[in-house]
Every structure is written in C-alpha cells, then in structure tokens.
Nanobody, 115 residues
Framework: QVQLVESGGGLVQPGGSLRLSCAAS????????MGWYRQDPGKQRELVAS???????NYADSVKGRFTISRDNAKNTVYLQMNSLKPEDTAVYYC?????????WGRGTQVTVSS
C-alpha cells in the first residue's frame, strides 16, 4: 500500500505561484508513474501533469509552459510547480500513483486563484 499526502495548496492571486508537494509513505515510489489531477465541483477529474518512473513528463494543454512536475525519489515526494496561475486553475488537486494494477490517490489540496 502507498499512502499519498498532498500539501502546498492555498489562496493565491492571478499571476502568482504555488508549489504542491505529494509525500508518499508505505513504499518507495521510484517505480511508480505519478500524476497530478484536479477537480472542480460538478466537473470530471482531469489530468494536469504526469511523470513516469524514468522522469518523462506529460502536461495538459491548459497548463503547458506554466506548470512543472518533478520527482525526488530520495524524498519519496512528487512536486507540482505552478506559475502564472489563472482563476480557471482553481480546483482540488490530487496526487496519483500507478504501477501495473496498483492505483492510489491522495485526499487532495485546495488551490484557489482569486483577487
């Protein structure tokens, strides 16, 4: 079992930055593909960014050039650096770990972009 705990969310003005962290415990995540998803009330959960075990990355078109996903396997942690934030980035952000048939989610952290 892998436990995932997100942190770093909060209220930020448009144009601001936040860095989300996803701390894993229970197992090392070095062989897991990791991802950040987000969900607004009444909408489907959507993929924001993902990173494979070999650190290949993928981003949603809406965040390309603004968000950066990274991983530190020594700290068993994945990050999401979010720059140039927009009001439409407001959502609960969830961390995800996948390996073969294993699939784990964190409880999420709220990000609100508002002036």
């Amino acid at each position: 079992q892998v436990q995932l705990v997100e942190s770093g969310g909060g209220l930020v003005q448009p144009g601001g930055s936040l860095r989300l962290s996803c701390a894993a415990s229970g197992r090392t995540i070095s062989t897991y593909a990791m991802g950040w998803y987000r969900q607004d009330p009444g909408k489907q959960r959507e993929l924001v960014a993902s990173i494979t075990s070999t650190s290949s990355t993928n981003y949603a078109d809406s965040v390309k050039g603004r968000f950066t996903i990274s991983r530190d396997n020594a700290k068993n942690t994945v990050y999401l650096q979010m720059n140039s934030l927009k009001p439409e980035d407001t959502a609960v952000y969830y961390c995800n770990a996948v390996r073969f048939r294993e699939h784990y989610w964190g409880r999420g952290t709220q990000v609100t972009v508002s002036s």
